[in-house]
């Protein structure tokens, strides 16, 4: 989508809680292919982190790729709050209890897919095999939990990108067997989802991506329309960062 700066500053400005900054690259090549943009391309990801930490108010949290505490410290230092674990905490658990034990559990998210089995049962998701894992999602959340985590991402992988709602059902029963904060993922599309997820299941949180991206002043609308719905969010709030 081109320049990350400024598309990051236009969430913050339209007062966003929280930003989830995901590396999903796999070649490691942070080519925006829009050089009408004016943006310098950047060699690392830890340097596009640097860059949009100068133009946001809100919590970053930032992931993808991490595998060792090393890994964190970097992230932390180029302006994260708090660091996503996935594919490393289903390959070693407990580099979880490790990370908590140095950073602290208050900046190590979770992040958890899950996926519908054809019988039904919600299991683990391992993207980088592409396969489904022994674990149900409430058993490994409850794992994660108990290993550490300060909080879970918890995103669908049958509904991310469908922009037909949230699995409310699966999201209730993993908020309600977790003692601490369950952001759900995967399925937005209308600011009704919104209300449905954050009004109908025990999650502390709801993320999306498109929505956010493609509708301007979208965050704006969202807790405009929240609020109609008696949901309780902050006051939607256009926020001035002093940019021109």
């Known amino acids: 989508m081109g320049n990350p700066v400024p598309a990051v500053r ?15 690259t796999t ?31 809100m919590p970053m949290t930032v992931g993808g790729g991490i595998k060792t505490l090393q890994n964190i410290e970097d992230y932390l230092s180029s302006g994260a ?20 034990r140095i950073f602290g559990s208050q900046c190590i998210v979770a992040s ?4 519908k089995e054809s019988d039904g049962i919600y299991k683990l998701y391992n993207h980088l ?40 059902s699966i999201i209730d029963l993993i908020a ?8 759900a993922c995967g399925g937005a599309g209308d600011w009704e989802h919104f209300a449905e997820c ?17 509708k301007d002043q979208s965050v704006f609308l969202a807790r405009k329309y929240l609020i109609s719905k008696n949901i309780r969010v902050r006051k939607p709030s256009l926020i001035n960062l002093g940019h021109k």
């Open 198 to 214: 954050l009004g109908n299941t025990a999650a502390d949180g709801a993320a999306a991506a498109n929505i956010f991206h493609f």
């Open 129 to 168: 095999h592409r396969r489904t894992e022994k674990w149900t999602a409430v058993d490994w959340a409850k794992k994660i939990q108990d290993m550490g985590a300060g909080e879970i991402l918890l995103n669908s992988v049958d509904r991310d990108g469908m922009c037909c709602g949230y699995d409310l």
């Open 112 to 115: 958890i897919d899950f996926k």
């Open 176 to 183: 309600k067997s977790l003692e601490i904060p369950v952001v």
């Open 81 to 100: 709050d708090k660091v996503s674990i996935n594919s490393e905490a289903i390959r070693r658990p407990e580099f979880i209890y490790e990370a908590s």
């Open 10 to 24: 236009r969430l913050s400005e339209w007062g966003a809680d929280e930003l989830i900054y995901l590396d999903i």
């Open 27 to 57: 070649d490691k090549i942070y080519d925006t292919r829009r050089d009408d943009l004016a943006y310098q391309n950047r060699g690392t990801f830890l340097e596009i982190i640097s860059d949009v930490s100068k133009v946001t108010f």
